[in-house]
């Protein structure tokens, strides 16, 4: 659903350079070309880390190798989460995104499940259960698959996404997510997912098909990096995602930003990823639904909403890249209400601070939204207000630029909670 934001007249020869500002909006929209460059490299880098783990941890499948590896799969999803903010408005980014971060996922597609949790059948999903680690042929649609070799192709051309239901997710860091942790059947209780290393050693298998589950793993792995590879390419000098925000012009390009930034505070992240699973109570409403790391996945998307604002990114390693940013364009415009958002972004940097460090010394956030739950519910709500009233002053910015009607994405679970429950 979209929120659309009707605004005053659009003024199409407004012409936002350095005679009216301190700084230019092409230079804005290179600083932001080049945060999404570096973000995507640290994501490709951290991705390639994980790879590394995950071959080591297949090599020799200990406990301690699968620890290594799933702090691999979380430190990889520091840089990656900070990406998000270019989705919404760069429709390369969109047609990216879906195919490493999408969810939620029925597991039962990928690999064995607690039936008793899960389940054994789906109305809307007739692969719910398929288990193509288990099973060398598939039917999809009436069409007979073959699956005997577990292959980037096959997760990626014939699974991802297959019989076209969005639950049929093949690939990317839930995939792999699910394949490390396994199952989390503790729904608002304690724990994360718990799959032994053993599920892994084909010398001493548990869970059946070891041999099959490292193939998938792999597969999942080296598809990710070659995705990854993509979408940083893109966005290089030269590439398509950045010649194809250059080609928008000053406004398209700001227009572009902020589409991003209010939709993702807006609909997305508070709407479909928080909101709903708070109406809801529902641990199986969270983003990092098997490794417990849902609290560091949204505070990564407000981090990385933050980057475009300043105008400024810190990398993995430490470095930094910045330049002329949108704080500056709209200070030079309306001081007033630069100083407004930039408070109420450092308000929503503080909402997910403390709902981060109560999932780190208290509860994971899957209890902190369970039924009953009134600190921890409390918590939530509060990182949840805070990015509604950040994307009231993203409205403002929009409206003070100048840029005509926008849409931001929007959500039942904010705009209409009535039709959650129908």
Known sequence: MKKTLALAAFVPALMLSASAFAVEAKDVLKTYADIAQATYEDSLTTAKALDKALEAFVAAPTEENLTKAKAAWLAARVPYQQSEVYRFGNPIVDDFEGKVNAWPLDEGLIDYTDKNYYGTESDENALFTANVIANTELTINGEKVDAAKITPALLGEKLHEAAENEANVATGYHAIEFLLWGQDVN????????????????????GGNCDRRIDYLMAASKLMISDLEGITKAWTEGGEARKDLMAQGDQGGLTRMLTGMGSLSYGELAGERMKLGLLLNDPEEEHDCFSDNTHNSHYYDVKGIINVYNGSYKRVDGSMVEGASLKDLVAASDAGLSKELSGKLMASDKAFSAMVERAEKVEAYDQMIGEGNKEGNAVVQAAIDSLVDQTKSIE???????????????????DNPKAVFE
């Open 187 to 206: 729904g608002t209780g304690k724990g994360a997912g718990s799959r032994p290393a053993s599920d892994f050693d084909t010398k001493n298998c548990t």
């Open 396 to 414: 403002r910015v929009i409206a003070k630029l100048d840029l005509g009607k926008i849409e931001l994405e929007g959500s039942d679970s904010l």
